[in-house]
């Protein structure tokens, strides 16, 4: 939890201050953002209500349309819809990890699961890798571990030819987040993470046997090429737009990365986790993720309550957000530039190599 990694970071920074002093150190408007971080039981009851019984009534649509054998595009029309919510049941599942859902230590670990299931994500093993992504976001220093892989400048140009290739073939966004997406979901997500334990094992094990019992259960009763023809595009649409998601709220301008030694979690927090501004109706989908400044500061906040929280918190709305027409100039942004502390593009390098190249004349 992030919660936990401030203290840990602070008490790094202050060491020999007593915990007391070291509380009083965070600003007053980080006590306020505690109000929010309250479950409701009645929110997240009607959350799953809401979600899981739409996403249930979109595949019971597009089995008849497949078995009905309608054009196909009437079922890709519906899977598009099926994507948006189940990225949504992604964030039920990502709050879980987080043990924000729920009161309950148990409820949040079942859900999980559940919600875990349906994304083919493994509840123990993604969350030991998300609360790492917590207490690294940022850090140059502590980088591969629950992010998007980002090089410096100066480690792509030392970089052997092999290795820029791989890098650029990565960072490309038709293949990050087209073939990647799904290779993710369905291949990368059926192991274990390294440095995992035996519950983070185990739960990948119970997932990948979910999922077979599941594809078997569709294969014994509307037939397997049905369960392929919704599924698929369901898991890839979805893991697209949540790659997408995630990118952004780490990857755009003027986004706070810097060596360990000058890592501030708050900053983090603010500069370095996006304030996604989308519309109403994306916001829904994508459950208030886009509020991700506020998740970081907070992570023990719902997903129901960040909008409130934004609302109230004055910090919070200074904050510059994202939109959704800004947000596509992250996608040239491969590099990170330490000494001038941003994020560039390949062709800003090629630009500024070209520049020394004739100065030098």
């Not at 052997?160 to 987040?177: D, E, G, Q, S, V």
């Amino acid at each position: 939890m992030m919660d936990t990694t401030l203290n840990t970071t602070r008490r790094e920074q202050f060491a020999g201050t007593s915990y007391a002093e070291i509380e009083t150190a965070k600003p007053a408007w980080y006590w306020i953002a505690a109000q929010y971080g309250k479950s409701n039981l009645r929110k997240s009851s009607w959350q799953i209500l809401n979600t899981l019984g739409p996403y249930g009534l979109l595949w019971a649509l597009m089995i008849y349309t497949v078995q009905r054998e309608f054009p196909y595009w009437i079922t890709l029309a519906l899977a598009v819809v099926a994507a948006g919510i189940l990225v949504r049941v992604f964030i039920l599942f990502h709050d879980c990890c987080h043990g924000s859902f729920f009161a309950s230590r148990r409820a949040n670990t079942i859900l999980g699961y559940v919600a875990g299931i349906l994304t083919f994500t493994p509840f123990e093993d993604w969350r030991r890798v998300h609360n790492r992504h917590h207490a690294t976001a940022g850090d140059l220093d502590r980088r591969g571990v629950g992010d998007i892989w980002t090089m410096t400048t100066e480690e792509y140009l030392a970089a052997p030819l092999r290795k820029r290739f791989a890098y650029r073939f990565y960072r490309n966004p038709f293949i990050l987040l087209g073939p990647g997406s799904v290779l993710l979901f369905l291949f990368l997500h059926r192991f274990p993470i390294k440095g995992a334990g035996i519950r983070e094992r185990r739960s990948v094990s119970y997932t990948n046997l979910a999922i077979l019992l599941i594809a078997g259960t569709a294969t014994w009763t509307i037939g397997l090429p049905a369960y392929i023809l919704i599924q698929l595009p369901i898991i890839a649409m979805a893991g697209s737009i949540g790659l997408w998601l995630f990118y952004i709220q780490h990857q755009f301008e003027n986004v706070y990365w810097v060596r360990h030694d000058s890592w501030d979690p708050m900053r983090v927090a603010l500069e370095g986790s996006s304030y996604f501004k989308l519309p109403k109706i994306l916001q829904w989908f994508t459950g208030n993720i886009g509020l991700h400044h506020i998740h970081h500061v907070r992570p023990s906040i719902p997903n129901y309550n960040l909008q409130q929280c934004q609302d109230a918190v004055p910090v919070f709305q200074t904050v510059k957000p994202v939109t959704l027409k800004t947000s596509f100039r992250s996608l040239r942004l491969s590099l990170c530039d330490v000494k001038n502390g941003q994020l560039v593009g390949f062709r800003s390098l090629a630009a500024r190599r070209s520049k020394r190249m004739g100065a030098s004349r």
